[in-house]
């Protein structure tokens, strides 16, 4: 089962999502849903860390794009973290990076995210 | 990343999205899932939002969604594709980009209105061999980049592969309507096939007054016996219909010797014991589904021992199913009443047909049957003997113990 949430973490004000160990199919779209239900429930803070993700293919960028569409219509905020290269280079090529903030690690964004107001 | 890095890597990409589409579109899941993943690889590639792909129906002439995303709910969403629109689609074959200026997009007609309710940026025919199967639509990247000539020849050639699928899910579809068609006329037609061999039994049965439910008596009976000794589905399926035709030569004998209460002349027993011999006669001109029903119908009065008829035929020269045959018959003669006797009690005919193994039945086909009714009386499975016995039958076998019989 790829793209399934293995857990989160709801901080006050922040929740933190931690992806399974591949994001490539239509099953991924669970963390969509998963977002949704955040984002309903008038969280508007939300960081995705891909520490445990090894693959992101095309529908998994579709999955994360909608994800970054929906924060984004919600006036929310939206982090990711520990993105490996082999991903974090997909999403620049496709031109995703200037538009999401991408950390190192899970806890930086998580700083950031808390510092912003 | 150095600018051939850079696309050398965006290439890397485009490939690793069509290798996955084309196992996608050749796997087993359900199609709409498959319509659904594709969908999203086009979006994910192209870093869009939003996005649909439509199924044309040519009868209507419109085009509904079979997938989509970030659109909302869009399943009663329908586009009208004029005749023009369809023609210019189908000659056109690329993708359209319909921000582009209006001479380009016109002949979309009242298409392109719809297309704008969901943020359509890109549109992408599916044509197959000049079949117009539908399209695809998808909205802006999300990175706000313009869609390059390189994506477009990407999106075409993807396009060709959905557009492939589409046409062989509809070929499929058409001949798996088709297939149930059939099946559906096979199945009508094996129903009055049966029908008209039951009411033949019927009227086969309806000549003799104490026969009644005789032929399908008998055919039950040897179906039972057929199972018990491990005949195939098929093979067991001929012999229930040999044993419901199995007195078809009746329908030539005289009613008046059929059904006289008193000793029959030489002459009239003859006649009468000719039936097996005309009930090959008209049974061998038959196309039957299965083998060996005439030689069944013939044989159903041959004796192991020789002295049977028409043939005198000795026990190897008996087909087993015959032998079956003869047992099942024989068995529902004794324990039904004849113008000229009271049925006999089931002591006496179990007796019978066992005194007469060897000579008259094959001890093999009797202890079969009589495993069965051992069997039905201790209820062991579904009864399929019993139900045709008289009710006085079925009280003795239950109140007398078979064990002589087994």
């Known amino acids: ?117 | 990343m150095s600018d051939a890095a850079y696309r050398l890597e965006r290439l890397l990409f485009n490939m690793d999205t069509l290798a996955e589409l084309a196992e996608e579109l050749t796997s087993p899941k359900d199609f709409h899932k498959i319509v659904r993943s594709s969908l999203y690889m086009i979006m994910g590639n192209f870093s869009a939002s939003k996005g649909a792909i439509f199924q044309f129906d040519h009868d209507k002439k419109t085009a509904k969604p079979i997938a989509s995303k970030g659109v909302g709910d869009i399943n009663d969403f329908v586009i009208k594709l004029e005749k023009e629109t369809i023609r210019g689609l189908v000659a056109l074959k690329t993708p359209i980009d319909l921000s582009s200026n209006k001479k380009a997009t016109s002949f979309l007609g009242v298409g392109k209105t719809d297309l704008e309710k969901i943020k359509a940026r890109i549109l992408v025919p599916l044509v197959v061999r000049e079949d117009f199967l539908g399209l695809i639509a998808i909205g802006e990247k999300f990175s706000g980049e313009v869609y390059s000539k390189d994506d477009f020849r990407l999106l075409s050639v993807i396009a060709h592969h959905i557009a492939v699928s589409l046409h062989n899910q509809s070929l499929l579809r058409k001949l798996m309507g088709k297939y149930d068609e059939n099946k559906k006329l096979y199945e009508d037609l094996s129903c009055i096939y049966y029908d008209t061999i039951h009411a033949f039994a019927t009227a086969i049965d309806a000549k003799d007054a104490y026969t009644k439910g005789h032929s399908h008596r008998v055919s039950t009976y040897c179906a039972a016996i057929a199972n018990e000794m491990k005949w195939s589905q098929d093979e067991t399926e001929g012999i229930r219909i040999a044993g419901l035709l199995h007195d078809v030569g009746k329908i030539a004998i005289d009613k008046s010797i059929i059904n006289k209460d008193s000793p029959l002349t030489n002459n009239e027993f003859v006649e009468l014991n000719s039936h097996p011999a005309i009930g090959y006669e008209i049974l061998s001109k038959v196309k039957f589904p299965w083998t060996g029903i005439p030689k069944m119908v013939r044989n159903h009065h041959e004796r192991l021992d020789g002295k049977g008829y028409p043939d005198s035929l000795g026990s190897d020269e008996i087909s087993l199913g015959a032998k079956i045959m003869t047992v099942a018959d024989s068995f529902d003669a004794m324990t039904t009443d004849r113008p000229y006797r009271p049925a006999l009690t089931i002591q006496r005919a179990l007796a019978e047909l066992k005194e007469n193994c060897g000579r008259q039945f094959d001890r093999d086909v009797v202890m079969s049957f009589f495993s069965i009714l051992r069997s039905e009386v201790g209820k062991e499975g579904k009864p399929t003997i019993l139900p045709f016995l008289s009710e006085r039958c079925v009280h003795e076998l239950k109140n007398e113990p078979l064990k002589g019989f087994l």
């Open chain 1, 1 to 117: 089962m790829s793209g399934k949430i293995k857990n989160f973490k709801e901080l006050e004000g922040c929740v933190v999502i931690y992806t399974d160990n591949y994001l490539n199919d239509i099953e991924g779209g669970k963390l969509e849903d998963e977002c949704d239900v955040f984002l309903n429930g008038g969280k508007r803070k939300i960081v995705i860390d891909f520490a445990n993700t090894d693959l992101v293919n095309s529908i998994g960028i579709s999955i994360l794009v909608g994800i970054m569409e929906k924060v984004k219509k919600r006036n929310g905020i939206l982090f990711f973290s520990s993105l490996k290269k082999v991903n974090r280079d997909i999403f620049n090529i496709l031109g995703l990076t200037k538009h999401i903030s991408i950390f190192q690690t899970e806890e930086e964004a998580i700083g950031k995210m808390l510092a912003h107001e």
